[in-house]
C-alpha cells in the first residue's frame, strides 16, 4: 500500500466540518430536538441496592391525567438466562435486557423498575411516584471484598464459580514460560496491592433520546449515542421490532469516552412511544446519570515483578480483581492483556476476575481495564527501578517491546512505537528542567489494542463538482475533521469543498462503534477505497473524452491529466468539468464501500508528571504533565493532541480526586459536580504533547488509533511523581488531600526487600 | 402538582407582609443560587417565593457617616467586588463572598443567602463573623439586629423567628491598620464547597496585634467565633508561639463530622494550619504590605 | 399551574413567553424560545454548560427563574455572532481545536466574552480561575485557555 505523503491537507489543522454549529449554538443534541406531538418519559427507579420484585402496581399511574403509557419488565423482551449468552459485540443481551428493566430482582439503587410518559416531565414524575413497587429487600455488598466473601449475598444465584453460586463472574488469564522459575533468577522482586475506586466516564451531555413509532411500527430514534447501528440492534432486540423498520439517527453527542456504548433509555422509550402513539423524549439528570449508568470498575490488583540486578525483567503476576456491577462483564479483558504489553517478559502470568455487586453496571471507559491495570504495574516498575538504582525511563527501554516480541494477549508486534515515546520522553525539554522544593517527577507508559472493525462510507461527487461524504460513526473526537483532510489530500481539492456528514442506520452501511480508537482508522479506510474508487471513475471518463486508455490518464490536483506529453495534449479536466458532464457519461459519480477494517495495531504512549505539594494540607497539584503518543499519522494535530490532552485531565481526575461515595445504605452519596470531583479549568497546568509518527503500514494514510492510550499512563505517572516529592507510595487512589495528609504522617516505611 | 406563586415586592413591607402570611410555605429569592438548586432536587418545594431584588435597601451598598459600611442582604459578590472601596477596607470579607461557587454563581449569590442557607460551610459566614457584623433583620414584629455569629442555629437552620426577612449587614469602622482575610480548604482549587473555612480580622499597632476576631467554619453545625483563638494572637507581634496556640484553638473548637468532604481528623488538623495562613495574610494587609 | 407571562429582552430582541412559575430560564431558553444553545449539564450550577448573561453579569441560566428575567436584558450563544460575521472568540475556537464534542463551548464562550469585557488582558491563571465554572471533559482545557489569550491580545492589537 502506497502512503500518502503530500501533506497538503493531511496534517494540516484544518476547522472541523460541524464547527460552525458547535460554536454558534445551532448543533442538535439529542436533548435539542422536539417532535410535534412529543410528551416525555421518566424512569421509576429501586431505592434498595438489592431486592427481589414481588410486584408492580401500576393501575394508580395510569389513571393520573396526562399520563399516556406505563411500561415494565413485561414490555422488554426477555432473554432467559438458561438459554445461554446472546452477544451484540461485547454485551451479552441476557445483562442489557435486565440492566434497562429490572425483572425479578432490582440489583442497585437507580436501577429501572417501571418508565411513565406523560404531557409534562412533571406529570410523568408525579405518576412515577403513583407506582406501587413491593420489594423484599435482600442483603447486598458494594466492594469487591465483599463481594467475594463465601457469605456474601449472591446477586445471580445460576453464577457458579468453583462449583458454587459466586459473584465471581468470570476469570481470564495470560500465561508465558513459568513465573515460578522466573522469579527465581530475580535480584530484586517487589510485589505491591494497589485500590482504586469505581471513576465516571464524566461526559458533559447526560443521556437523551427523542423516539417516535408509527402505527405501522416504523420508529425513527435520535440519540446521543456512540452508535446508530448498536442503538438500532439493541432497541430491536430489546423491543421486538425488526431492524428494518428502525431509523436510529445519530443526534451530535456529548461526550461518551465508552460510557455510550449500550443503550439505557431508548428501549423505554421505544415501548412508551409505540404505546402511546406519540414521540417520547426522555433525557436523564445529572443525578440518574451518575446513580444509574455505569462508572468504570473499582479494582483491586496485586502486581509482582522481577528483575535481575542488570535491570532485565525475568518475571512478572498480576491478579486484577475488577467490579462489574449488577452484572458480568468487567473490563477484565483490558487490565490482563493491556498492563505488562509494553514490555518483553518471559515468564508472566496475568488474571483477571469479573465480580458483580451492587452498583450499577459497569460501562467501557477510555481503554478499559487498562488504566487500571496499569496503574499497578507501572508503579511496581517503580519500585523495582528505584531498587535496582536505575532510571525509570532507561528501564524501560532496557525491557521494551519491539518488533517481534509476542505480546501477553496473543499476537506478535510488528513495527511498533513503543521504544521511540520513551526515548522522546528522555530527551524532551520536560525530563530535564529542575525540579523545585516540594515537587516531585514521575514516568509511566501504557498501551491499548485498538481495534478494525466493520465501517461504511459513501462518496458522492455533486452535480457542481463537490464532495459528499457520508460515514458510520458518530464524531466524537474530530473524525469528520479527519475525513475531510483525507478526501482532499486525495482528490486534490481544497478540503472546503468536501462535505463530511453521519449517516443514519437507514442512509448509510453498517459501521461498528464509536469507541476502541477506531473511528478515523476504519472510516479513512472506508472513504479512501470509495474515493480511490471515484479516481478511477473520473480517469475513465476523461480518457474516453480524450480518446486514450485510462490508464494514461492521472489525476492530480483536482483534475484528470495526461500521464506524459506522450499520451496526448489535453487541457485537464477538473472534478466540476467532469461532475457536469457525468449525466451524458454513464451517470452520477460516487461510490460507497463496507467492510470489516484489519490491520488496527496498538497504541503505547509513555508520559512525564511533575506535581507539587502542599504537605500542610495534602493537596497534591500536577504543575506539568508532557504526553508522547506513537500516533502513527496525525491526520488533523490538533484533534489527535486534543484526544491526548482529554485523556490525560481525566487520569489526572482519577488520580487525584474522583471516586464514587456510598452512603451506609449503599447508595451513591455523590451523584453530581459538587462532589464528583473532576478538574476544572484552574486544577490543571497546559497540557504538552509530543506526537510520534510511526505510519501504520496497514493502513493508506498510516492511522493508528490514539483516542485511549492516552489515559492508560496517567495515574501511575501522578503517583511515581509524588512519590518522587514525598518519598510516600500510594497504593490506592485518589490521592486526595486527607489520604496524602494521612501518610505523611505515617512513620517512614522499611526499605523495600 | 404544587402551586407556586412567584412575587417581587418593590417595598420591605410587602415582602414581609406576603412572606408572613405564607408562614412555613415561604421562601426568599436573592440570587438563589441554593434556593433553585434545592427547589430542583425536591429538597424544597416551596408554595410562594419572595423575590427581594427590587427592594433597594436589599441591594444597596453603603458607607455608613461614621466609616462602616451597610450591604443590603441581596447583594451580589460581583456587585460587592465592583464597589470602588468596599474591597479595600474589607478584603478578607470581599474574597470569602467571590470564593462562593463559580463566577457565574458569583453573578447572583449573597451573603444574605450563603448566611440564611445555614450551611455550616458557607464562604462568607467565617469571614462576616470575624468582621464582627451585625445583620439587621425586619419581621412582622418590627426591625432587630443580630450579632452575625448569633445567626446560624444549625445545618439548614436560623435564629431567625418566622416572618423575619435579612435586611443587611453592617460592618463597623475599621481602625487604621485594620484588615482581613478569608481562607479555605478545598481538594480543587475551585468549585468545592469548603471542607475549614477561616476568617481573620485584626487591627495591629507598631507590629502588635491590638484586636483579633477569628470566624471558623464548617468544622461544626454552626460557624465558630473562636474567642481563645483571638485571645492568643491579641497582644502578639504573631510570633511562632502565639500562632500555635490559636491554631491549636482553632482545632480544639472543632466540633466536625466525618462525610464526602472531609474526616474528622483532616478537618481538625487543616482548621490550625489555616488559621496560621490566614492570620499572616490578613497581618500583611493589616501593616499595609 | 397556570402560566406565568414574561416580557424580556433576549440578545437585543424583546421576546414574550410562557412559563411555569418554577421553570428556570434553561427550562424557558430551551422550551417556548426555542433557543437550544444554552445546554443543561447538571441543573445544579456546577457545570456552567447553561452559561448566559443577565444585564451583562455571567450567570447560570439554570440558578435564575424564568420570572426573573422580566424586565432584564438576556445574553445567550445565538447572539454571540452578528448575522454571518462570528465573534473573534468563536473563530479562535474553531481554529485552535478548542472544542471537541461541542456541549461545553456555548458555556464557554458566553464566559470568556464576560472575562474579555471584564479584563482585556487576563494572565493564564486569570483565565482559569474564571473559567473554572466550565467544565470540560474532552479537552483538558489547554487549548481553550490558549484561545482566550490570543483571542485576547488580537483584540487588544486592533
Same mark, same amino acid.
Given at each position: 500500500?502506497?502512503?500518502?505523503?503530500?501533506?497538503?491537507?493531511?496534517?494540516?489543522?484544518?476547522?472541523?466540518?460541524?464547527?460552525?454549529?458547535?460554536?454558534?449554538?445551532?448543533?442538535?443534541?439529542?436533548?435539542?430536538?422536539?417532535?410535534?406531538?412529543? &410528551?416525555?418519559?421518566?424512569?421509576?427507579?429501586?431505592?434498595?441496592?438489592?431486592?427481589?420484585?414481588?410486584?408492580?402496581?401500576?393501575?394508580?399511574?395510569?389513571?393520573?391525567?396526562?399520563?399516556?403509557?406505563?411500561?415494565?419488565?413485561?414490555?422488554?423482551?426477555?432473554? #432467559? &438466562?438458561?438459554?445461554?449468552?446472546?452477544?451484540?459485540? &461485547?454485551?451479552?443481551?441476557?445483562?442489557?435486557?435486565?440492566?434497562?428493566?429490572?425483572?425479578?430482582?432490582?440489583?442497585?439503587?437507580?436501577?429501572?423498575?417501571?418508565?411513565?410518559?406523560?404531557?409534562?416531565?412533571?406529570?410523568?414524575?408525579?405518576?412515577?411516584?403513583?407506582?406501587?413497587?413491593?420489594?423484599?429487600?435482600?442483603?447486598?455488598?458494594?466492594?469487591?471484598?465483599?463481594? &467475594?466473601?463465601?457469605?456474601?449475598?449472591?446477586?445471580?444465584?445460576?453464577?457458579?464459580?468453583?462449583?458454587?453460586?459466586?459473584?465471581?463472574?468470570?476469570?481470564?488469564?495470560?500465561?508465558?514460560?513459568?513465573?515460578?522459575?522466573?522469579?527465581?533468577?530475580?535480584?530484586?522482586?517487589?510485589?505491591r496491592?494497589f485500590t482504586t475506586r469505581?471513576v465516571?466516564?464524566g461526559?458533559?451531555?447526560?443521556?437523551?433520546?427523542?423516539?417516535?413509532?408509527?402505527?405501522?411500527?416504523?420508529?425513527?430514534?435520535?440519540?446521543?449515542?456512540?452508535?446508530?447501528?448498536?442503538?438500532?440492534?439493541?432497541?430491536?432486540?430489546?423491543?421486538?421490532?425488526?431492524?428494518?423498520?428502525?431509523?436510529?439517527?445519530?443526534?451530535?453527542?456529548?461526550?461518551?469516552f465508552?460510557?455510550?456504548?449500550?443503550?439505557?433509555?431508548?428501549?423505554?422509550?421505544?415501548?412508551?412511544?409505540?404505546?402511546?402513539?406519540?414521540?417520547?423524549?426522555?433525557?436523564?439528570?445529572?443525578?440518574?446519570?451518575?446513580?444509574?449508568?455505569?462508572?468504570t470498575?473499582?479494582?483491586?490488583s496485586?502486581v509482582?515483578i522481577?528483575?535481575?540486578?542488570?535491570?532485565?525483567?525475568?518475571?512478572?503476576?498480576?491478579?486484577?480483581?475488577?467490579?462489574?456491577?449488577?452484572?458480568?462483564?468487567? #473490563?477484565?479483558?483490558?487490565?490482563?492483556?493491556c498492563s505488562?504489553t509494553p514490555y518483553?517478559?518471559?515468564?508472566?502470568?496475568?488474571?483477571?476476575?469479573?465480580?458483580?455487586?451492587?452498583?450499577?453496571?459497569?460501562?467501557?471507559y477510555r481503554a478499559?481495564?487498562a488504566p487500571i491495570g496499569a496503574y499497578a504495574v507501572e508503579c511496581v516498575l517503580d519500585e523495582v527501578a528505584e531498587?535496582?538504582?536505575m532510571d525509570p525511563l532507561d528501564f524501560r527501554l532496557?525491557n521494551a517491546?519491539?518488533?517481534?516480541?509476542?505480546?501477553?494477549?496473543?499476537?506478535?508486534?510488528?513495527?511498533?512505537g513503543y521504544i521511540e515515546t520513551v526515548e522522546a520522553a528522555k530527551n524532551s525539554d520536560h525530563y530535564k528542567a529542575p525540579l523545585g522544593k516540594l515537587q516531585g517527577r514521575g514516568v509511566a507508559s501504557g498501551f491499548w489494542?485498538?481495534?478494525?472493525?466493520?465501517?461504511?462510507?459513501?462518496?458522492?461527487?455533486?452535480?457542481?463538482?463537490?464532495?459528499?461524504?457520508?460515514?458510520?460513526?458518530?464524531?466524537?473526537?474530530?473524525?469528520?475533521?479527519?475525513?475531510?483532510?483525507?478526501?482532499?489530500?486525495?482528490?486534490?481539492?481544497?478540503?472546503?469543498?468536501?462535505?463530511?456528514?453521519?449517516?443514519?442506520?437507514?442512509?448509510?452501511?453498517?459501521?461498528?462503534?464509536?469507541?476502541?480508537?477506531?473511528?478515523?482508522?476504519?472510516?479513512?479506510?472506508?472513504?479512501?477505497?470509495?474515493?480511490?474508487?471515484?479516481?478511477?471513475?473520473?480517469?475513465?471518463?476523461?480518457?474516453?473524452?480524450?480518446?486514450?486508455?485510462?490508464?494514461?490518464?492521472?489525476?492530480?490536483?483536482?483534475?484528470?491529466?495526461?500521464?506524459?506529453?506522450?499520451?496526448?495534449?489535453?487541457?485537464?479536466?477538473?472534478?466540476?468539468?467532469?461532475?457536469?458532464?457525468?449525466?451524458?457519461?454513464?451517470?452520477?459519480?460516487?461510490?460507497?464501500?463496507?467492510?470489516?477494517?484489519?490491520?488496527?495495531?496498538?497504541g503505547f504512549g509513555t508520559h512525564v508528571c511533575d506535581v507539587e505539594v502542599d504537605v500542610?494540607l495534602g493537596i497534591a497539584r500536577v504543575i506539568r504533565y508532557t504526553a508522547v503518543q506513537d500516533v502513527?499519522?496525525?491526520?488533523?494535530?490538533?484533534?489527535v493532541e486534543g484526544q491526548l490532552q482529554g485523556g490525560v485531565a481525566q487520569g489526572i481526575g482519577w488520580a487525584l480526586n474522583e471516586e464514587?461515595?456510598?452512603?451506609?445504605?449503599?447508595?451513591?452519596?455523590?451523584?453530581?459536580?459538587?462532589?464528583?470531583r473532576m478538574p476544572v479549568c484552574s486544577d490543571l497546568p497546559m497540557l504538552d504533547c509530543i506526537m510520534v509518527?510511526?505510519?501504520?503500514?496497514?493502513?493508506?494514510?498510516?492511522?493508528?488509533?490514539v483516542g485511549e492510550v492516552p489515559l492508560v499512563p496517567v495515574m501511575a505517572a501522578v503517583a511515581n511523581a509524588i512519590y518522587n516529592a514525598l518519598g510516600k507510595r500510594f497504593y490506592a487512589l485518589p490521592m486526595s488531600p #486527607?489520604k496524602v495528609l494521612?501518610k505523611l504522617?505515617?512513620?517512614?516505611?522499611?526499605?523495600?526487600? | 402538582?404544587?402551586?407556586?406563586?412567584?412575587?417581587?415586592?418593590?417595598?420591605?413591607?410587602?415582602?414581609?407582609?406576603?412572606?408572613?402570611?405564607?408562614?412555613?410555605?415561604?421562601?426568599?429569592?436573592?440570587?438563589?443560587?441554593?434556593?433553585?438548586?434545592?427547589?430542583?432536587?425536591?429538597?424544597?418545594?416551596?408554595?410562594?417565593?419572595?423575590?427581594?431584588?427590587?427592594?433597594?435597601?436589599?441591594?444597596?451598598?453603603?458607607?455608613?457617616?461614621?466609616?462602616?459600611?451597610?450591604?443590603?442582604?441581596?447583594?451580589?459578590?460581583?456587585?460587592?467586588?465592583?464597589?470602588?472601596?468596599?474591597?479595600?477596607?474589607?478584603?478578607?470579607?470581599?474574597?470569602?463572598?467571590?470564593?462562593?461557587?463559580?463566577?457565574?454563581?458569583?453573578?447572583?449569590?449573597?451573603?444574605?443567602?450563603?448566611?440564611?442557607?445555614?450551611?455550616?460551610?458557607?464562604?462568607?459566614?467565617?469571614?462576616?463573623?470575624?468582621?464582627?457584623?451585625?445583620?439587621?433583620?425586619?419581621?412582622?414584629?418590627?426591625?432587630?439586629?443580630?450579632?452575625?455569629?448569633?445567626?446560624?442555629?444549625?445545618?439548614?437552620?436560623?435564629?431567625?423567628?418566622?416572618?423575619?426577612?435579612?435586611?443587611?449587614?453592617?460592618?463597623?469602622?475599621?481602625?487604621?491598620?485594620?484588615?482581613?482575610?478569608?481562607?479555605?480548604?478545598?481538594p480543587r482549587t475551585?468549585?468545592?464547597?469548603?471542607?475549614?473555612?477561616?476568617?481573620?480580622?485584626?487591627?495591629?499597632?507598631?507590629?502588635?496585634?491590638?484586636?483579633?476576631?477569628?470566624?471558623?467554619?464548617?468544622?461544626?453545625?454552626?460557624?465558630?467565633?473562636?474567642?481563645?483563638?483571638?485571645?492568643?494572637?491579641?497582644?502578639?507581634?504573631?510570633?511562632?508561639?502565639?500562632?500555635?496556640?490559636?491554631?491549636?484553638?482553632?482545632?480544639?473548637?472543632?466540633?466536625?463530622?466525618?462525610?464526602?468532604?472531609?474526616?474528622?481528623?483532616?478537618?481538625?488538623?487543616?482548621?490550625?494550619?489555616?488559621?496560621?495562613?490566614?492570620?499572616?495574610?490578613?497581618?500583611?494587609?493589616?501593616?499595609?504590605? | 399551574?397556570?402560566?406565568?407571562?414574561?416580557?424580556?429582552?433576549?440578545?437585543?430582541?424583546?421576546?414574550?413567553?410562557?412559563?411555569?412559575?418554577?421553570?428556570?430560564?434553561?427550562?424557558?431558553?430551551?422550551?417556548? +424560545?426555542? +433557543?437550544?444553545?444554552?445546554?443543561?449539564?447538571?441543573?445544579?450550577?456546577?457545570?456552567?454548560?447553561?452559561?448566559?448573561?443577565?444585564?451583562?453579569?455571567?450567570?447560570?441560566?439554570?440558578?435564575?427563574?424564568?420570572?426573573?428575567?422580566?424586565?432584564?436584558?438576556?445574553?445567550?450563544?445565538?447572539?454571540?455572532?452578528?448575522?454571518?460575521? +462570528?465573534?473573534?472568540?468563536?473563530?479562535?475556537?474553531?481554529?485552535?481545536?478548542?472544542?471537541?464534542?461541542?456541549?461545553?463551548?456555548?458555556?464557554? +464562550?458566553?464566559?470568556?466574552?464576560?472575562?474579555?469585557?471584564?479584563?482585556?488582558?487576563?494572565?493564564e491563571e486569570?483565565?482559569r480561575?474564571?473559567?473554572?465554572?466550565?467544565?470540560c471533559r474532552c479537552t483538558g482545557y489547554d487549548k481553550?485557555v490558549r484561545?482566550?489569550?490570543?483571542?485576547?491580545?488580537?483584540?487588544?492589537?486592533?
Amino acid at each position: 500500500m502506497n502512503l500518502v505523503t503530500n501533506n497538503k491537507w493531511i496534517g494540516q489543522r484544518t476547522i472541523r466540518p460541524d464547527g460552525m454549529d458547535k460554536v454558534t449554538g445551532r448543533a442538535q443534541f439529542a436533548a435539542d430536538t422536539t417532535m410535534p406531538g412529543m &410528551i416525555w418519559g421518566k424512569v421509576l427507579r429501586s431505592p434498595h441496592p438489592h431486592a427481589r420484585i414481588r410486584s408492580i402496581d401500576t393501575s394508580k399511574a395510569e389513571k393520573l391525567p396526562g399520563v399516556k403509557a406505563v411500561v415494565t419488565a413485561k414490555d422488554i423482551v426477555d432473554f #432467559p &438466562i438458561a438459554k445461554g449468552a446472546v452477544m451484540l459485540g &461485547i454485551q451479552d443481551m441476557r445483562w442489557m435486557c435486565r440492566n434497562v428493566m429490572a425483572r425479578d430482582k432490582a440489583l442497585f439503587p437507580g436501577h429501572p423498575v417501571a418508565a411513565v410518559a406523560a404531557t409534562t416531565e412533571a406529570i410523568a414524575a408525579e405518576a412515577c411516584k403513583l407506582i406501587e413497587v413491593d420489594y423484599e429487600v435482600l442483603p447486598w455488598s458494594i466492594e469487591i471484598e465483599d463481594a &467475594i466473601k463465601p457469605d456474601a449475598a449472591v446477586l445471580h444465584e445460576f453464577n457458579k464459580f468453583e462449583g458454587k453460586p459466586s459473584n465471581i463472574a468470570g476469570r481470564l488469564e495470560h500465561k508465558k514460560g513459568d513465573i515460578a522459575e522466573g522469579f527465581k533468577k530475580a535480584d530484586v522482586v517487589i510485589e505491591r496491592t494497589f485500590t482504586t475506586r469505581p471513576v465516571h466516564q464524566g461526559y458533559i451531555e447526560p443521556h437523551a433520546c427523542l423516539i417516535s413509532v408509527a402505527s405501522d411500527g416504523k420508529t425513527t430514534i435520535w440519540s446521543s449515542s456512540q452508535g446508530q447501528f448498536m442503538v438500532r440492534a439493541m432497541t430491536s432486540m430489546l423491543t421486538g421490532i425488526p431492524q428494518s423498520d428502525i431509523r436510529a439517527i445519530p443526534a451530535e453527542i456529548g461526550g461518551g469516552f465508552g460510557g455510550k456504548t449500550i443503550v439505557y433509555l431508548e428501549p423505554l422509550a421505544t415501548m412508551l412511544a409505540k404505546k402511546s402513539g406519540r414521540p417520547v423524549k426522555m433525557v436523564m439528570t445529572r443525578e440518574e446519570v451518575m446513580r444509574a449508568t455505569g462508572p468504570t470498575s473499582g479494582s483491586k490488583s496485586t502486581v509482582k515483578i522481577g528483575a535481575t540486578k542488570d535491570g532485565k525483567i525475568t518475571a512478572a503476576h498480576g491478579t486484577f480483581y475488577l467490579q462489574a456491577g449488577a452484572f458480568p462483564g468487567s #473490563p477484565i479483558r483490558g487490565a490482563a492483556g493491556c498492563s505488562f504489553t509494553p514490555y518483553d517478559i518471559p515468564n508472566l502470568l496475568s488474571e483477571g476476575y469479573d465480580v458483580v455487586s451492587n452498583r450499577s453496571k459497569v460501562a467501557a471507559y477510555r481503554a478499559p481495564g487498562a488504566p487500571i491495570g496499569a496503574y499497578a504495574v507501572e508503579c511496581v516498575l517503580d519500585e523495582v527501578a528505584e531498587a535496582l538504582k536505575m532510571d525509570p525511563l532507561d528501564f524501560r527501554l532496557k525491557n521494551a517491546a519491539k518488533e517481534g516480541t509476542k505480546a501477553a494477549h496473543g499476537p506478535t508486534f510488528p513495527r511498533i512505537g513503543y521504544i521511540e515515546t520513551v526515548e522522546a520522553a528522555k530527551n524532551s525539554d520536560h525530563y530535564k528542567a529542575p525540579l523545585g522544593k516540594l515537587q516531585g517527577r514521575g514516568v509511566a507508559s501504557g498501551f491499548w489494542f485498538n481495534a478494525g472493525g466493520e465501517s461504511s462510507a459513501q462518496v458522492n461527487i455533486t452535480e457542481d463538482g463537490n464532495v459528499v461524504v457520508t460515514t458510520g460513526h458518530p464524531d466524537i473526537g474530530g473524525s469528520r475533521a479527519g475525513i475531510a483532510n483525507i478526501c482532499a489530500e486525495l482528490l486534490g481539492i481544497d478540503y472546503r469543498r468536501i462535505s463530511v456528514i453521519i449517516g443514519d442506520t437507514q442512509t448509510v452501511g453498517f459501521s461498528n462503534l464509536t469507541g476502541g480508537s477506531r473511528v478515523l482508522f476504519a472510516s479513512s479506510m472506508v472513504v479512501t477505497q470509495s474515493t480511490e474508487k471515484i479516481i478511477q471513475t473520473l480517469r475513465e471518463r476523461a480518457a474516453k473524452i480524450w480518446e486514450i486508455d485510462p490508464e494514461a490518464v492521472k489525476w492530480e490536483n483536482g483534475a484528470a491529466h495526461p500521464v506524459s506529453p506522450n499520451a496526448g495534449q489535453f487541457e485537464p479536466l477538473t472534478l466540476e468539468q467532469l461532475a457536469e458532464k457525468a449525466p451524458a457519461m454513464g451517470g452520477p459519480i460516487g461510490a460507497g464501500v463496507q467492510l470489516n477494517t484489519t490491520g488496527a495495531d496498538g497504541g503505547f504512549g509513555t508520559h512525564v508528571c511533575d506535581v507539587e505539594v502542599d504537605v500542610d494540607l495534602g493537596i497534591a497539584r500536577v504543575i506539568r504533565y508532557t504526553a508522547v503518543q506513537d500516533v502513527g499519522r496525525a491526520i488533523h494535530p490538533g484533534y489527535v493532541e486534543g484526544q491526548l490532552q482529554g485523556g490525560v485531565a481525566q487520569g489526572i481526575g482519577w488520580a487525584l480526586n474522583e471516586e464514587y461515595i456510598y452512603t451506609k445504605e449503599g447508595k451513591v452519596d455523590n451523584p453530581g459536580f459538587l462532589d464528583y470531583r473532576m478538574p476544572v479549568c484552574s486544577d490543571l497546568p497546559m497540557l504538552d504533547c509530543i506526537m510520534v509518527e510511526i505510519p501504520n503500514p496497514k493502513h493508506p494514510q498510516g492511522v493508528k488509533g490514539v483516542g485511549e492510550v492516552p489515559l492508560v499512563p496517567v495515574m501511575a505517572a501522578v503517583a511515581n511523581a509524588i512519590y518522587n516529592a514525598l518519598g510516600k507510595r500510594f497504593y490506592a487512589l485518589p490521592m486526595s488531600p #486527607p489520604k496524602v495528609l494521612e501518610k505523611l504522617d505515617e512513620p517512614t516505611q522499611q526499605a523495600a526487600e | 402538582m404544587t402551586e407556586l406563586r412567584y412575587l417581587a415586592p418593590d417595598t420591605l413591607d410587602e415582602a414581609v407582609g406576603a412572606f408572613a402570611k405564607a408562614g412555613s410555605a415561604a421562601r426568599i429569592l436573592a440570587g438563589g443560587t441554593d434556593l433553585l438548586v434545592q427547589m430542583r432536587s425536591g429538597v424544597l418545594k416551596p408554595g410562594v417565593i419572595v423575590d427581594i431584588k427590587k427592594i433597594p435597601e436589599m441591594t444597596a451598598i453603603e458607607q455608613t457617616a461614621d466609616g462602616g459600611f451597610r450591604i443590603g442582604a441581596a447583594v451580589s459578590g460581583m456587585a460587592l467586588a465592583e464597589h470602588k472601596s468596599f474591597g479595600k477596607v474589607w478584603p478578607g470579607v470581599l474574597e470569602a463572598v467571590n470564593l462562593i461557587g463559580s463566577k457565574q454563581v458569583q453573578g447572583r449569590a449573597s451573603a444574605g443567602g450563603n448566611l440564611c442557607n445555614g450551611s455550616p460551610a458557607g464562604d462568607s459566614v467565617p469571614a462576616m463573623v470575624a468582621a464582627g457584623a451585625i445583620v439587621t433583620v425586619q419581621g412582622p414584629n418590627g426591625r432587630r439586629d443580630i450579632k452575625v455569629e448569633d445567626v446560624p442555629a444549625g445545618p439548614g437552620r436560623t435564629n431567625l423567628k418566622p416572618g423575619e426577612i435579612l435586611v443587611s449587614f453592617t460592618l463597623p469602622p475599621r481602625p487604621a491598620g485594620s484588615s482581613d482575610a478569608y481562607l479555605r480548604m478545598i481538594p480543587r482549587t475551585e468549585m468545592d464547597i469548603a471542607v475549614v473555612g477561616v476568617g481573620v480580622s485584626l487591627t495591629m499597632k507598631d507590629g502588635v496585634v491590638t484586636a483579633a476576631r477569628v470566624g471558623l467554619g464548617a468544622v461544626a453545625p454552626i460557624v465558630l467565633l473562636v474567642e481563645d483563638a483571638a485571645k492568643a494572637l491579641i497582644g502578639s507581634k504573631l510570633d511562632d508561639a502565639a500562632l500555635a496556640k490559636a491554631a491549636a484553638a482553632c482545632s480544639a473548637a472543632c466540633r466536625p463530622i466525618d462525610d464526602k468532604r472531609g474526616t474528622i481528623a483532616y478537618r481538625t488538623r487543616v482548621a490550625g494550619v489555616l488559621l496560621k495562613r490566614t492570620a499572616a495574610i490578613a497581618a500583611k494587609r493589616a501593616q499595609g504590605k | 399551574m397556570a402560566k406565568v407571562h414574561v416580557t424580556t429582552s433576549i440578545n437585543g430582541e424583546p421576546m414574550e413567553f410562557l412559563c411555569e412559575p418554577n421553570d428556570t430560564m434553561l427550562d424557558a431558553l430551551r422550551g417556548p +424560545l426555542g +433557543l437550544t444553545g444554552s445546554k443543561e449539564g447538571c441543573a445544579s450550577g456546577d457545570c456552567g454548560a447553561c452559561s448566559i448573561t443577565l444585564d451583562d453579569h455571567l450567570v447560570c441560566s439554570c440558578l435564575m427563574l424564568a420570572v426573573e428575567s422580566e424586565g432584564h436584558e438576556i445574553g445567550t450563544i445565538e447572539g454571540m455572532a452578528q448575522g454571518e460575521k +462570528l465573534h473573534p472568540l468563536q473563530q479562535k475556537f474553531l481554529e485552535m481545536a478548542a472544542l471537541q464534542c461541542g456541549i461545553c463551548t456555548s458555556g464557554m +464562550l458566553v464566559a470568556s466574552d464576560a472575562l474579555l469585557k471584564k479584563n482585556p488582558d487576563p494572565t493564564e491563571e486569570e483565565v482559569r480561575f474564571w473559567l473554572a465554572g466550565n467544565l470540560c471533559r474532552c479537552t483538558g482545557y489547554d487549548k481553550i485557555v490558549r484561545a482566550v489569550m490570543e483571542t485576547a491580545a488580537e483584540m487588544r492589537a486592533q
